[in-house]
C-alpha cells in the first residue's frame, strides 16, 4: 500500500469536509418557511409543527405484504423483473399506502439500478439475495465505469427512464385514490454503497474488497465514487423532476467502512450530492441514512444539506437530538416487535411506540424503523404500529398523554 498517497488523499477529503461543514454551520438549521399543508412528512422534516407524527416503513412495500407475494405469482416476475417496468413499480409502491395509514409512499426500487445503469450485471439467483456476478477487480474496469459514467444526465435519460415513469405513474395513482395527501420519497444508495456492491459482488462475501481499494487505490477510488456522486445526483434530481416530493440518500454499507474513512471519503462525496440538490431543488426535503455509522449523524447534520438525520437501531435515543444538531430526525424502532412470537402483541407494540415517542419527542420527528421489515412481519403489528404512532402523538400534543 502507498501510505504517502493514501494519507494525501485523505487529507484532501477532509480539507474539503471541513470547508462544507463551515458553510453548513454558518446556514444552521433549516428555517421551516414552506408549508406542505397536505404532506405532513414534508413539514415535520424541514422543522414546521405538526398535529401528529408522521410514519412510514423501511421497505414497506415487499415481502411481508400478502398483496405482494399474490402480485408476483400472477406477474410470474420475480423482484427485478418488477422493478423493470413502470406498472409494476407504481402498483408495488402504492400497496402499502392502501393497506395503512402511512404518511409516505417510498419508490418500489433498488439500490443497484445505478450498477445497472452503468452497464454494470445485477442478478437475483435466489436464496442469496441481489447480487454483481461480475464486479470490478482492475483498474481497467474502473476506468472503464468513469468513461460510462461521464455524462450521468445522458445516462439516467437513456437507461433510467423506466424509473422515472414509475415516479409519474405513482403520482397519478395517488392522485386517482384519493391519497394526494401523501407524499412520494424518491432515492438512491449513496456512492460507497454503490462502490461497495460493484467491487465485492455482494454484501455477505469479499467484505473487504471496497477498503482495500480505498487503500491501495486512493486516487482511482475517489475519483469512481465522485462519478458515482454525480450519477446519483442527476438520477433522483431526475425522480423530483418526475414528481418526487422528498429524497432519501440511503448509505446502506456505512458498517463496511471504518469511522476514519467514512470521514474522508464519504462525507466530502455525501456533502456534493447535498449542496447540488439543495441548489437546484432548495424547497425538497433531503434525507440521509448512514446505516451502521451512526458516529457520522452529527458531521452529517453539521453539513447543512439534509433536512432529516436517520437514527438506526443502534443509537442511543438520549444522544440522537444533541448529535443531530437541530435537525429533524427519523427511525429508530426495533421492527423486531413487529414478528410475531411470545415478545410482542399489540399491546407491546403501542407501549414501545409510546416510550419512542416520549424519548424522541413527537415534533422535527418521523416515526420510522432501526431497519427495514425485513419480510416475517404481521400486517396486523405494522398496522398497529401506524396507527399507535398517529394516536399517541396526537395524545401528547394534546397533553392527554395515554
Known amino acids: 500500500m502507498n501510505t504517502s498517497i493514501y494519507h494525501y488523499y485523505a487529507s ?6 471541513i470547508i ?14 414552506t408549508l406542505y399543508s397536505s404532506h405532513i412528512l414534508c413539514d415535520a422534516a424541514i422543522g414546521n409543527k405538526t398535529p ?37 413499480i407504481a402498483e408495488c409502491t402504492m400497496q402499502p399506502v392502501r393497506r395503512y395509514e402511512v404518511d409516505a409512499a417510498i419508490l ?18 435466489g436464496g442469496v439475495g441481489i447480487q454483481v456476478p461480475q464486479p ?22 437513456s437507461e433510467l427512464s423506466y424509473v422515472m415513469e414509475g415516479v409519474k405513474m405513482i403520482k397519478e395513482s395517488l392522485s386517482k385514490e384519493g391519497k394526494s395527501h401523501v407524499p412520494l420519497i424518491g432515492f438512491s444508495a449513496a456512492p460507497w454503497t454503490l462502490f461497495y456492491y460493484m467491487l465485492g459482488g455482494t454484501s455477505k462475501k469479499n467484505q473487504e474488497v471496497g477498503m482495500e481499494w480505498v487503500r491501495d487505490r486512493p486516487e482511482l477510488s475517489r475519483r469512481l465514487m465522485d462519478s458515482l456522486a454525480d450519477m446519483v445526483i442527476e438520477y433522483t434530481s ?27 471519503i464519504c462525507l466530502p462525496v455525501l456533502s456534493h450530492i447535498g ?16 446505516r451502521g ?13 439534509f433536512d432529516v438525520i436517520t437514527i438506526d437501531g443502534t443509537v442511543s435515543r438520549k444522544d440522537a437530538r444533541p448529535d443531530t444538531q437541530g435537525r429533524s430526525i427519523q427511525g429508530n424502532f426495533d421492527p423486531h416487535y413487529l414478528v410475531p412470537g411470545p415478545h410482542t402483541s399489540k399491546e407491546v407494540v403501542r407501549e414501545e411506540v409510546r416510550k419512542m415517542l416520549e424519548e424522541l419527542g413527537t415534533q422535527r420527528y418521523i416515526a420510522n424503523l432501526g431497519e427495514g421489515l425485513g419480510g416475517k412481519e404481521s400486517t396486523e403489528l405494522v398496522g398497529e404500529f401506524v396507527n399507535a404512532v398517529h394516536e399517541i402523538s396526537e395524545d401528547i400534543n394534546n397533553g392527554k398523554g395515554e
Open 12 to 17: 484532501i477529503g477532509l480539507i474539503i469536509l
Open 238 to 264: 431526475k425522480q423530483i423532476e418526475s414528481g418526487a416530493d422528498c429524497i432519501q440518500i440511503f448509505e446502506a454499507m456505512g458498517m463496511m467502512i471504518t469511522p476514519p474513512l467514512f470521514t474522508s
Open 52 to 88: 401528529r407524527t408522521p410514519v412510514w416503513l423501511f421497505r414497506q412495500a415487499g415481502r411481508h405484504l400478502p398483496e405482494y407475494t399474490s402480485y408476483k405469482e400472477t406477474t410470474g416476475l420475480n423482484f427485478l423483473g418488477l422493478l423493470a417496468d413502470p406498472k409494476h
Open 108 to 125: 418500489f426500487s433498488d439500490i443497484l439500478v445505478v450498477p445497472q445503469a452503468l452497464g454494470v450485471e445485477v442478478t437475483m439467483p
Open 20 to 33: 462544507n461543514i463551515a458553510v453548513g454551520r454558518n446556514q444552521g438549521a433549516p428555517t421551516p418557511t
Open 293 to 305: 455509522a451512526s458516529h457520522g449523524n452529527k458531521a452529517l447534520s453539521e453539513l447543512g444539506y
Open 136 to 157: 470490478i477487480t482492475s483498474p481497467e474496469m474502473a476506468e472503464e465505469t468513469i468513461e460510462r459514467a461521464k455524462d450521468p444526465k445522458a445516462v439516467v435519460s
Open 275 to 290: 449542496s447540488t440538490l439543495k441548489s437546484r431543488h432548495p424547497s425538497v426535503p433531503l434525507i440521509v441514512f448512514a
